[in-house]
């Protein structure tokens, strides 16, 4: 390869938090290595894209990327979970790319680089199994939050999941290399800090490590995702309400409420734990704003079973919820289930546990009128000549955000106190006040 004059690289970044870590510490490698970094993969001469492949739409969202990227004429990388699920189960149109690099690989995307720039085509995949990279990342994020991952892999084996397959088993990071982390990024500017994992309640010592994090000077909210239902602890109740930068949001999937439906589902509690946690919850910590995942179509969901999701939900009144119809995956243990449902039945579902949640954020969105919240600003809409940004009720690219005047310039990064006193289109809305 010729270094002569710099390789110009692109990378896009799909899917979850965990993956735009990833894609943070190959653009840091890559800048490292001295190529160009460029935006535009038709200015680039490689582009990477870090794909998802955790749902059937993931991976056609990821394919229509990446033919975007093949019609830009520059070489192409495929990097991630597709990767990974071609490995399983091949994927049409991947064998046009000119590398791959599985999720086990992303510490080699330069020796990738440089391999496709000589004309091979790199497989690379590496041992899901391994410690979790501690390579540095190229901040990208909007001013002012960051992700953090706590670990990576998943060790729950829902039947219906794919990522145990995809990135391994549950490995933790240490403490001290999520402190130093976290140390970093709030130097740099960084207030808000969102710790990810599939499951940060088996992280050693979750209240411990939020203790210490929250003692950081410059911090002002921390924020959790996701929390396993049957392991959320007395002990993280009670730092979570004790310690007031950690954001009164709470991301717990709980994906259905019929007992039937979660012990197909190898979820290891009942709806009688799902209700006893929320009272707990709400009873401990004042204001708690709750965020969910449901699945509808479950192989063997009855009507019984879907009648008793909706009337858990309108119980449960959650204000944040994604629900999604299931997606059967190959080699999981729920695609070989017997009564699997048809699409037309799946989605009649959604539409209806969609319409019912439509209920309960406007509901929110009342009861929040009067009350003032704080406020990290993520920019201004010219259309709607309001600004924007996320209170702790919202998080990042999943909750929408809260729009508001201010009789002064707020910039992208900086906090304001706005008084609530309405919505827009699902989305609150209020004003700054001093």
């Not at 990024?185 to 939020?210: F, K, M, N, S």
């Amino acid at each position: 390869m010729n270094m002569n004059k710099p390789v110009k690289v692109a990378l896009i970044a799909m899917g979850c938090e965990k993956n735009v870590v990833n894609s943070e510490q190959m653009l840091y490698l890559l800048d490292k290595a001295g190529f160009e970094l460029v935006g535009d993969p038709n200015e680039s001469d490689v582009t990477i894209v870090n794909t998802c492949g955790f749902t059937e739409s993931a991976r056609e969202e990821a394919m229509e990327q990446i033919y975007e990227v093949l019609d830009c004429g520059c070489k192409l990388i495929v990097a991630g979970c597709l990767p990974e699920y071609h490995k399983l189960n091949p994927v049409k149109g991947l064998a046009r790319a000119d590398g791959l690099v599985g999720t086990g690989k992303f510490d080699d995307v330069v020796e990738a680089v440089s391999a496709v720039m000589d004309g091979q085509t790199p497989v690379y995949y590496g041992n899901l199994s391994a410690p979790v990279s501690e390579t540095p990342r190229i901040y990208t994020g909007p001013p002012g939050t960051a992700y953090v991952k706590l670990a990576e892999g998943c060790g729950n084996r829902c039947s219906y999941c794919v990522i145990p397959a995809l990135r391994g088993p549950y490995r933790p990071r240490t403490a001290d290399a999520v402190l130093a982390e976290a140390g970093r990024l709030v130097r740099g500017g960084v207030t808000e800090l969102i710790l990810v994992a599939q499951d940060v309640t088996q992280y050693p010592d979750l209240p411990g490590l939020l203790n210490r994090l929250c003692e950081f000077g410059g911090l002002r909210r921390v924020r959790l995702h996701y929390l396993y239902p049957s392991s959320v602890t007395d002990e993280l109740i009670d730092v979570i309400a004790a310690q007031p930068k950690i954001a009164r949001y709470l991301d717990i999937p709980i994906q259905h409420a019929s007992d039937a439906v979660l012990k197909a589902m190898n979820r290891r509690y009942t709806r009688a734990d799902l209700e006893s946690l929320i009272l707990k919850l709400r009873g401990r910590i004042p204001g708690v704003v709750l965020r969910t995942s449901v699945i509808v179509g479950f192989p063997g969901e009855t009507k019984a079973d879907f009648e008793e999701l909706c009337d858990f939900l309108q119980w449960a009144q959650i204000p944040r919820a994604g629900v999604f119809a299931y997606s059967r995956e190959e080699g999981t243990a729920a695609a070989s289930l017997p009564l699997q449902l048809t699409e037309t039945v799946a989605a009649r579902r959604l539409k209806r546990v969609e319409v019912l949640q439509s209920r309960v954020i406007d509901g929110f969105n009342r009861e929040r009128e009067g009350s003032v919240v704080e406020v990290l600003t993520d920019g201004y809409d010219d259309f709607a000549k309001l600004y924007y940004g996320r209170s702790g009720a919202e998080s990042p690219d999943i909750d929408g955000v809260v729009f508001f005047t201010s009789p002064r310039r707020i910039q992208p990064g900086e906090w304001a106190r706005v008084l609530m006193d309405g919505a827009v289109d699902g989305d609150g809305k209020g004003r700054v006040v001093e």
